[in-house]
Every structure is written in C-alpha cells, then in structure tokens.
C-alpha cells in the first residue's frame, strides 16, 4: 500500500474517532460512537496489515499475536461483571503502558527495523520522543497496577503516605527529566534502562498516596496517561493513526479528569502529582460512639413511597455489586403506574469510576430524561418526598458539608438529607469507600434497610403491588 493512501486512511480513522468520541459524551449517541470507533479501529488495523513490507511472513505473526491478545480479551470482556469494570479498564491501562514500553524498547535495541537509524546513532528526535514515550508508559503501568489492587481490594484504599515523599517524588521526576538528556547526548543503554526502571517506581509513588474517594479521578487520569504514551510511540514509529489516538484519550482524559476535579473540589495538580498538598486527614467520626439508628423493612418503605407524591432514587456502588438495576426499574416502573413522580440523582463520582452508575441504569433501559447530574437535581431533594438511596454511601455523607478534618470535606454531595423522608438500602452501617462513617445513617429523617439491595428492591415493589 502506498504511503499517500496509508495517510489518507489514517486520517478517515482519525475523524471516525473524533466521532466517536463526540458521541461518547451523551448516553443517546453513545452506541453509534462506539460504532464510530469500531469502523475507525478496522480500518487503523488493515492499514497496518497492509503496510508490512515482508507481508506474508509478517502478516503471520501479527495475526497469530492478534488472535491470541483479542482471544484473552474478549474473554475478560464478556465474562467481567460490571461491578468490576473499574479494575478491567485499569488493567488494560497497565496493558497499554506497558505496550509502549516495550515497543520503545525494541525501538532502542534495533533502530534500523524502524528507520531510525543505528544502534549508539539514533535519530535525536526518535530518541526523545521513545524516552518520552518509554517514561509515561512506565508510568502508567505501574500507577495502573496500584489502582487494580486498591479496586479490587487486594490493597487497602486508604492513601498510603511516609515523611519526606513528595521530596522522594520531586527528585525522581527531575531525575527522569536529567536522564533523558544524557541519554540523548550518550545514548548509552544503561541510562535507558535506569530511565525505564525509576518510570516504574514514580507510577507506584503516584498513585499509592490518593485514597479510595478519588479513585474515579485516578481512572480517568491513567487513561490520559496512557494516551500520551500511545502518541509518544506514535512519533518514535511515525504512526499518524497512533499518534492521533494517543492524542485524543489523552486530551480526552486530562480534560474529564479536571472537570471530576471541580465537581469533586480537589485540585487537578493535587491529584496528578500524588496528593500532593494534602494532609493526613483522620475523620471525627471514627472515634465516636456508635449511634443509634431506625431501621425498617420492606412494608414500611413501600408505605412511605405509595404516600409520596415525588420519589429521587439515589444509586451507588452497592447497587453494581447487588447487580439490582433491573429490579430497581420494575420498583420505578411500579411507582410511575401510581402516579408517584420518579427521577435518578447522579453523582460525578458515584460508583469507581467515571460514568459507572450511568452505564448501569442504561443497561436497565432506565429513560434517559429521568436521569439527572448533581448541579441538575440538587435542589429537588428539599422538595421530594422520599430519598431511596440504594448503595451509595460517601457521596450522600453530609460530613463532606461540616467537617473540616473529614477527608471528604469541601467535595460537593448529593442534598439526600433535605428530603422528608430517607430510605438508605445497605446490608450494614460499615463506612464507605473513603474509609468514613456517614452521618446520614443517623438522622432523625432516615430509615435504614438493612439488606441485599436487589433483594429489598424486589421485596418493595411486592409490597408497592
């Protein structure tokens, strides 16, 4: 395939990506962006095929590599449930980093295999941009690597901290920056792989000091990274379709990361630099007496919705994982036929990761209209009847309002607790993700159940019928 029709066909895939990510950013274009994307993915890889010089011996090996990476991921894909689509999409974060290491690598070892020059003589360009790319991969991989286990609960979410680490930090990143320029002036391979092996180390000190309440920021923050890292490889291979991609996630990402951030109140550089600036913040209520509180069953909130004129359905990560969206739509759908007026409240964050409550409610086929973001619905709760807030618990804390040693002081929350009524599902009163009690569970207006939520949805809408 000629060089001019490979640039014109990465150029149509870079467009069909831009539209994809164009529809990416409403719930109603959301499946024709993906589609978008997936046109725009097929043609990126035959043009690719068709660019191998040696095309059948090469053809070969890729397509065996090929089959055997999108075997396994296919597999992962359709057999993750969605309460773990936060750790899938950090893994294959750590995936992507980790690609551009070690195509950077194999950059270094055999220039010649990518016009770059020789081994000791490679380009000075190529070479910057490898270190560049090389770097943030590392970075990535590592930083991703933490976010798994700190998701999946192998590591505690708690922020792990030690004195003296953001001085730790400040001089492996300017170690980093050192390193690259002599390297480009030397081009020796120990300082290459001495570049890669403290890229590694400064992912794990990133990520490892920003606790549970802002993993969904670390999500989309990795996801940036690992964009940039993409395009640094694209440079180094001359890719335009990689670079541009690589450009899109990662601008895609930065900008989503900084809009979590201001509807988080957390500062952007805060977060990307590893908490940097934050303080060891140990809430209050970890040292108060457990309190009192009223506990119900199913009657007693069905009794309270069929005499509400407005119902505001709060739902959370407990919701994913009691995978109770499809029996909280018959719970609404139960509701709306009594005449009762029903909306979703969404938080930023809620869930662990970005949007992660919105794809839930779009699998329960839930109508886009009923759902609504923080700054849209805040003000109704002081007017609704009934607050049923079914597995969400740090983004209902009203501490985040009060407490200013709480470590989610300053973070905007939904106004759960101006409603008449609160309906809070959870199987205890074990605190949140953030690691904090919530003050909600033991207001006067707020009535605790006790259970699975699935389990009581379906149970409320037995007694509602």
Not at 46 to 56: A, G, R
Not at 196 to 225: C, E, R, T
Request: hydrophobic share 50%; with cysteine; charged share 15%.
């Amino acid at each position: 395939m000629s060089a001019n029709l490979s640039a014109i066909l990465y150029l149509i895939s870079g467009v069909l990506f831009i539209l994809a990510l164009r529809g990416l950013s409403s719930p109603e274009t959301s499946r024709q962006g993906n589609l978008f994307g997936i046109i725009g993915m097929v043609i990126a890889i035959s043009v690719t095929f068709l660019s191998i010089n040696n095309f059948t011996e090469g053809f070969v090996y890729v397509l065996i590599f090929l089959a055997i990476g999108g075997g396994i991921g296919a597999f992962i894909a359709y057999r993750i449930p969605m309460t773990a689509m936060p750790e899938l999409v950090a893994g294959f974060h750590s995936l992507v980093g980790l690609a551009a290491v070690f195509v950077a690598i194999s950059a270094f070892i055999n220039p010649e295999a990518f016009n770059l020059g020789t081994p000791g003589n490679i380009k000075l360009a190529s070479l910057i941009e490898m270190s560049i790319g090389a770097a943030v991969g590392a970075i990535t991989f590592s930083g991703s690597v933490i976010a798994f286990l700190k998701l999946q609960g192998i590591m505690s979410g708690a922020p792990i901290t030690f004195k003296g680490q953001h001085l730790l930090n400040a001089l492996i990143l300017t170690s980093i920056v050192i390193l690259t320029f002599y390297l480009c002036l030397t081009q020796s391979s120990s300082l290459f792989w001495v570049l890669i092996a403290i890229s590694f180390l400064i992912g794990f000190l990133i990520i490892i000091p920003i606790g549970g309440a802002d993993m969904p920021v670390v999500i989309s923050m990795l996801n940036s990274y690992s964009g940039w890292a993409a395009a640094g490889i694209g440079f180094t291979l001359e890719n335009s379709a990689l670079i541009i991609t690589g450009a899109l996630v990662g601008s895609s990402g930065a900008i989503l990361s900084y809009i979590m951030c201001k509807g988080m109140n957390r500062s952007f550089f805060n977060v990307i630099l590893g908490g940097f600036g934050s303080t060891d913040q140990i809430s209050k209520d970890q040292d108060k007496e457990q309190r009192p509180v009223k506990s119900g069953n199913a009657d007693d909130a069905a009794f309270l919705m069929k005499n509400a004129s407005s119902v505001i359905i709060v739902p959370g990560y407990g919701m994913a994982v009691a995978q109770a969206q499809h029996a909280l739509r018959e719970m609404v759908d139960t509701l709306k036929k009594n005449g009762i007026k029903v909306s979703y409240a969404i938080h930023p964050v809620a869930g662990r990761m970005p949007g992660h409550m919105n794809v839930l409610l779009a699998e329960a086929n839930v109508p886009y209209d009923e759902v609504f973001e923080l700054e849209e619905i805040n003000n109704d709760f002081a007017h609704a009847d009934v607050a049923y807030v079914i597995g969400a618990n740090d983004v209902t804390n009203p501490v985040a309002k009060t407490d200013p040693q709480s470590p989610i002081y300053g973070m905007p929350v939904l106004d759960v607790e101006k409603c008449k009524s609160v309906l809070f599902v959870k199987r205890s009163l074990s605190p949140g993700y953030a690691g904090i009690d919530n003050d909600l569970f033991y207001k006067e207006n707020t009535l605790m159940l006790f259970a699975d939520a699935k389990k009581m949805t379906e149970e409320i809408t037995k007694s509602l019928n």
